[in-house]
């Protein structure tokens, strides 16, 4: 049974993977939709590290195409799944009686905490990019926007596909 499910999260750690190869640094950081939807997936497939579990194999893979930025890489993947898992755990997300709001609402601040701390690090702290406030803004708003986005669908998709495929396995 848990080999099921951990098997399932994996793969979700692989499609973000793959939802990043196209995209530049910082542009992945605004893009986070498909992150968004799949690290609840795995708090709510896994359990209280599933999030965490699917953003270290996101990260790990991800590390591997950008090496020069891999410390921040998996830092950031791994402080985003503690977010989210964190978050679920705090609003008290529950699988059998999924409230959609408290999900939405954990993907947003999870993102937009992830958002602005990556952001941070990497302009101001580290300066490996250079200040734009433009792209700053775009960051910060498409980003928490793509995080309510992103819990919302995945409170859709757990209710009307997963939750009934997860409790067979």
């Not at 690290?39 to 591997?64: E, F, H, I």
Request: overall charge positive; hydrophobic content about 55%.
């Amino acid at each position: 049974m848990k080999g099921k499910r951990l098997a399932l999260a994996t793969l979700f750690g692989v499609l973000i993977f793959v939802s990043k190869i196209p995209l530049v640094t910082p542009l992945d950081k605004a893009a986070v939709i498909v992150q968004a939807l799949l690290l609840p997936l795995g708090y709510l497939v896994m359990g209280k590290l599933g999030a965490t579990y699917v953003a270290v194999v996101g990260g790990l893979l991800s590390a591997v195409i950008r090496p020069a930025l891999s410390p921040f890489t998996l830092l950031f993947a791994l402080l985003y799944g503690l977010f989210t898992d964190g978050f679920c755990t705090l609003f008290k997300v529950r699988v059998f009686q999924l409230n959609t709001l408290r999900l939405t609402l954990c993907m947003g601040i999870s993102t937009a905490l992830i958002g602005l701390l990556s952001y941070y690090t990497t302009v101001y702290a580290f300066t490996l990019l250079p200040r734009n406030p433009m792209v700053e803004v775009v960051i910060l708003v498409s980003g928490t926007a793509s995080g309510l986005v992103g819990g919302y669908i995945a409170a859709t998709v757990w209710r009307k596909y997963l939750s009934k495929v997860v409790t067979k396995i």
